[in-house]
Nanobody, 115 residues
Framework: VQLVESGGGLVQPGGSLRLSCEAS????????MSWYRQAPGKERELVAS????????NYADSIKGRFTISRDNAKNTVYLQMNSLKYEDTAVYYC?????????WGQGTQVTVSS
């Protein structure tokens, strides 16, 4: 199983970024996917999750209405569209899949919100 995140960077408050996570090594369309983030000095937290078919999504209260999770099963990719970014969104963002009872994580992509 391999997960490769991309799309992070430096953005001003109020700006937008789109993160991507390309997956391989498993049947992508059969597994729910999640995005997590970890800010400096804080625990990793769940940001959003999406069902295998993309029909059900869940979001943390802190990002509800600003972030959108989606997936393209033909491209084995899950996305996180982040709008109206705030300073407190600064973190390393990771995608995660659970397969056969084991969690797999990508290497993470840094998102920095700063003026």
């Amino acid at each position: 199983v391999q997960l490769v995140e991309s799309g992070g960077g430096l953005v001003q408050p109020g700006g937008s970024l789109r993160l991507s996570c390309e997956a391989s090594g498993f049947i992508f369309s059969s597994r729910p996917m999640s995005w997590y983030r970890q800010a400096p000095g804080k625990e990793r937290e769940l940001v959003a999750s999406i069902a295998s078919g993309g029909d059900t999504t869940n979001y943390a209260d802190s990002i509800k209405g600003r972030f959108t999770i989606s997936r393209d099963n033909a491209k084995n990719t899950v996305y996180l569209q982040m709008n109206s970014l705030k300073y407190e969104d600064t973190a390393v963002y990771y995608c995660k899949v659970v397969r056969l009872g084991r969690a797999y994580w990508g290497q993470g992509t840094q998102v920095t919100v700063s003026s």
